[in-house]
């Protein structure tokens, strides 16, 4: 492959010096820390996705990653897009996107009807919120939280300012004692005023599984729409859209599905349907098909777009269902017990005690980090990522979060991971903690 970006070709230079100068690297960092001599590998399944074999990948919550068996269907499925554009796209398209559609459906517990395929859960939240703002009033109020992601935020905000909207943030703790202080937070929140809550099902820095059912039921009581942002949603927790009964639910399937990139949903309930339209308005408005509803016409047809993604999510499906005997339930709970145990290595090297109980915990596990507090000059920019990177091959999260004031650590668990990376991760964390 000729990678003729510069940056690429930087890239490409950086990992091969990496791997061709690794012991040098060790030998040369060894002043800074011995404990980064300590051996970690990747769990037995590791031989099935194409991270690379020396990097200790403790990071999958934020992009993803994709098998290496789902890759290659995936380019069967451009292969034949670009063999036959036209009939691939022109005629075959639809009756594709519905097989898909309804596999996706199946698996997140939701009628087919009530799916559109999105490119991720940004985009779905995007979506919603730009359809009703034409419905909102000025000083109609929408409810957040304070650990929301940021582009979800960035969202509301504009959302906000060009309706004349009040959002409404409320605060939750880290620590949090439990799922019950989350629920009583939001519900005393709401106001006769209060149309909408945007409210994440697993949080993204701090990593916390929210209690979603019983905050869309308590908040819809009080005639509150309810949006959730599912990123993390599918393939980490079961879900099932139809009874947890919240009028938007929007989820990416390359994270914890581990399809190929580009590839999401978006729920909506049938008695919102007419509300909501994408933000890319093509031929679907007007090009109908028979007994098929506007929801699904206008999303279905978005332009010229690669499908690959998308049409790969039953192959991902059924790959991972084949993988570990048990299939999906035990991807979870093997995932979760990982997350758990990975936190307990952690909170013992930074001698915290854990900030959630476990029933709030799902394949993320995230710490505070003591002694390390937000800088408001450098947001987003913490030196100890790219540290662990470049001296000890380590990729996990550390995130600066102005909420808290201080900075967290975030690490993930997928099934190609193992115990002894998060243990190596502690080994080496005390001497780059104390690196400033």
């Known amino acids: 492959m ?7 070709r930087l890239y490409s230079a950086a990992m091969n010096e990496s791997t061709a100068d690794k012991s040098t690297a ?3 960092t060894a002043n800074k820390s011995t404990a980064n001599t300590s051996t970690s590998s990747p769990s037995d399944l590791a031989r099935y996705w194409q991270l690379e074999p020396e990097l200790d990948f403790l990071n999958h919550g934020s992009f993803g990653a994709c098998p290496t068996a789902v890759l290659e269907e995936q380019s069967r499925w451009r292969a034949q897009l670009e063999s036959q554009p036209v009939a691939f796209l022109g005629r075959g398209r639809a009756e594709l996107v519905d097989h898909a559609r309804s596999r996706l459906a199946a698996f997140v517990g939701a009628d087919p009807a009530n799916i559109v395929p999105v490119t991720n859960a940004t985009a779905g939240v995007n979506a919603v919120l730009h359809s009703l703002g034409f419905h909102f009033r000025s000083g109609d109020e929408i409810l957040l939280t304070d650990h929301t992601y940021n582009a979800c935020h960035n969202a509301l905000r504009t959302l906000a300012q060009r309706h004349g909207l009040q959002l409404r943030v409320v605060p939750v703790p880290f620590p949090v004692t439990g799922p019950n202080e989350v629920v009583e937070r939001f519900v ?18 701090t990593g916390l599984v929210l209690p979603i059912a019983e905050l869309v039921s308590q908040l819809q009581e009080r005639g509150v729409d309810v949006l959730v942002d599912g990123a993390h949603g599918p393939g980490m927790v079961e879900l099932e859209l139809e009874d947890l009964g919240a009028a938007y639910y929007t989820g990416n399937c390359h994270k914890w599905m581990c399809s190929p990139k580009s590839a999401g949903l978006l729920y909506v309930r049938p008695d919102r349907q007419e509300l909501i339209h ?4 093509s031929h679907g408005s007007n090009i109908r098909r028979v007994g098929r509803s506007l929801f699904h016409d206008e999303f279905d047809l978005p332009g010229t777009i690669d499908w690959t993604a998308f049409l790969s999510v039953p192959a991902v499906i059924d790959y991972l269902d084949n993988l570990v005997p048990g299939g999906w339930p035990e991807i979870r709970r093997r995932n979760r017990e990982l997350a758990l145990a990975a936190r307990a290595v952690l909170a013992r090297v930074l001698d915290i005690e854990p900030p959630c109980p476990d029933a709030m915990i799902g394949s993320l596990a995230a710490l505070p980090v003591p002694g390390w507090s937000y800088d408001q000059d450098t947001p987003n920019q913490n030196p100890i990522t790219e540290r662990l990177v470049e001296r000890h091959r380590i990729e996990a999260m550390f ?3 102005p909420a808290l004031g201080q900075t967290i650590l975030r690490v993930s668990a997928q099934l190609y ?3 002894s990376q998060y243990e190596r991760l502690a080994a080496v964390l005390p001497d780059e903690l104390s690196d400033r």
């Open 417 to 419: 991971n193992d115990i």
């Open 188 to 205: 005393s929140a709401a106001t006769a005023r209060t149309r909408l809550a945007l409210i994440d099902h697993v949080t993204s820095v």
């Open 278 to 281: 994408p933000l890319v308005i």
């Open 399 to 401: 995130s600066d979060w």
């Open 26 to 28: 060790n030998e040369s």
């Open 2 to 8: 000729v990678l003729g970006h510069p940056i690429l």
